[in-house]
């Protein structure tokens, strides 16, 4: 596993095409760097000794803020001593939330948060500014060193070089049957992995909005048009040129989040899956492993169907399993052949850390029912696997909760469902728990109350959650009203010790975030509605 990580790392990091397969000249290492949404490793993972402690509303442990013009959602992408973000272009008026259309791509330094360049993106169709399920720019610039690609989710993606000289900027009207956000882009070799509709003409003219708070009719397979045209794929597209290389055979949902990883072969693959609600187009519902090694790119290794799916989640796996949630239960597929290895129900026989507010402690229940969800238990992207554990957050509790993959042991940790910071004291921190704060109402920069659904809960449940994190030992889970949990993964079970702190974004109630937390050389990076943060340890 350890040769499969680094051979990850200098892989998806590599300033090589993966067409010639030329491993001697995949000198590039991204290792010490976040280029990509899904970090250097491709699994939201990677070495190091975060800062575990820190508050913005005290200035704690901060190294620098950089207030935005717009609100965004990126994750922040880091290379070297820069970093790149996309904002939406700023809104003269509350009523233009509704339907906005271009980005903009920033370029920042990484030692002082100075903006030092940025280009404007294009969109071709509007969409709601700031949404708890997208926006147009949910997801995270790429870097390669060289290279900086910018990803407009409401039709464009461009390549510029590191001084914001446009290379190539590609244009498309993306098919809107759903707004979600969770297909983040990866750079395999030179190959950007990307999920749009193949059918460019015929998809635009399905379109969940006929004007801004409007919704159309025209959400169903245009007349004459075979369906599989007008379903999401995932695509190759050449990091150079902009050029679709492929597309895979099998479909991805908008829902959920492919992940690339490597097989027991040493082969390089993307597990992706398809359904989800709102009847998508792409079926039947199930789990697929799509390879991308080289004179493969895009050919089906297996495909499994998985009845009433909905694959809100990111598929993790490694060379033996792939994982993923259904219907209440957690389940493990073999990760060569698709076959259903394992099925484990988590709302019954846990282990539960209750909080027991007139204690203001914990009690430890053993062998109980846990209503951690409805249709599935956990909060929509909100899943990591880290060893032999799956960790979640819960769908409608605020449980952080963790099922081994091979014994199936279940564990939860009620968790303090917000983080009121004191401006003075981190002893006089407010932990509310079961119900976050009841005016959760975050302002954009230009003084707006942006966005809809997600702002006025605390961030669990149904929302497109940002992707945990894993710093060394360390789980950083943000939700969107800028409360960040700090787990310790190395405890034998998951207990109150696990949890090692509970930072915050900004003033509770008026923070807002759906971006993960980055991290490189000892420094984590998160992206609120309103600035760009660099958390680092004091020197002192």
Not at 147 to 154: G, K, L, Y
Not at 298 to 310: K, S
Not at 368 to 379: L, Q, S, W
Not at 424 to 431: A, I
């Amino acid at each position: 596993m350890r040769r499969s990580l680094v051979a990850l790392s200098v892989f998806l990091g590599a300033d090589a095409c993966l067409i010639a397969a030329d491993n001697e000249s995949m000198s590039v290492n991204a290792s010490a760097n976040w280029h990509q949404a899904a970090g250097p490793h491709a699994n939201w993972q990677t070495e190091g000794d975060p800062p575990v402690v820190w508050s913005v509303t005290r200035g704690e442990n901060i190294r620098w803020r950089t207030a935005m013009p717009e609100a965004g959602m990126s994750n922040v992408t880091v290379w070297d001593d820069r970093v790149f973000v996309t904002t939406h272009v700023p809104i003269e008026s509350s009523d233009e939330k509704e339907s906005v259309k271009d980005i903009v791509g920033f370029c920042l330094d990484a030692n002082t948060g100075k903006i030092l360049w940025q280009v404007t993106l294009p969109g071709q169709v509007g969409i709601s500014l700031a949404g708890g399920f997208t926006d147009g720019t949910v997801f995270a610039p790429i870097s390669d060193g060289d290279h900086v690609w910018f990803f407009n989710r409401c039709g464009s993606m461009g390549c510029y070089d590191v001084d914001g000289n446009e290379i190539w900027l590609r244009q498309w009207t993306p098919r809107f049957k759903h707004n979600n956000r969770q297909a983040e882009p990866f750079l395999v070799g030179d190959m950007i992995l990307y999920v749009e509709v193949a059918n460019k003409e015929a998809g635009s003219k399905i379109q969940k909005w006929a004007a801004p708070g409007r919704k159309s009719k025209r959400t169903h397979v245009p007349e004459g048009v075979n369906e599989k045209e007008v379903w999401t794929y995932l695509h190759g597209v050449h990091k150079r040129t902009g050029e679709i290389l492929w597309r895979e055979q099998v479909g991805t949902s908008v829902h959920n989040t492919p992940v690339v990883a490597v097989t027991a072969e040493g082969k390089f693959a993307v597990a992706h899956a398809r359904g989800g609600p709102h009847a998508p187009f792409e079926k039947p519902a199930g789990q697929s492993l799509t390879s991308l090694a080289f004179g493969e790119e895009g050919t089906t290794l297996w495909n499994t169907d998985l009845p009433r799916l909905d694959p809100s989640y990111a598929c993790h796996w490694n060379s033996k399993y792939v994982f993923g949630f259904q219907s209440g239960k957690h389940i493990v597929l073999d990760a060569i052949g698709g076959e259903v290895l394992r099925e484990q129900p988590l709302y019954e026989n846990a282990t539960l850390w209750k909080f027991q507010p007139a204690e203001r402690d914990w009690i430890k229940q053993t062998n109980v029912a846990v209503k951690a969800g409805k249709g599935h238990p956990n909060t929509n992207q909100a899943n990591i696997v880290v060893g032999d554990w799956h960790w979640f957050l819960s769908h409608n509790v605020h449980y952080l909760g963790r099922v081994n993959v091979e014994t199936g042991a279940v564990e939860y940790l009620e968790l303090p469902a917000q983080l009121m910071a004191s401006p003075s004291d981190r002893d006089q921190d407010v932990r509310l728990w079961g119900k976050g704060h009841p005016a959760n109402r975050p302002l954009n920069a230009s003084g707006f109350a942006v966005g809809d659904k997600g702002h006025n809960g605390t961030g669990w449940g149904h929302i497109s959650a940002a992707s945990p994190t894993r710093v060394g030992r360390y789980l950083i889970l943000p939700v969107v009203t800028g409360t960040v949990y700090v787990i310790d993964t190395s405890t034998p079970q998951l207990s109150p010790e696990s949890l090692v702190s509970v930072n915050d974004l900004g003033p509770g109630g008026q923070t807002w975030t759906l971006s993960s937390l980055t991290y490189s050389r000892g420094r984590l990076f998160a992206h609120t509605m309103t600035e760009i943060i660099c958390i680092e340890k004091s020197i002192e």
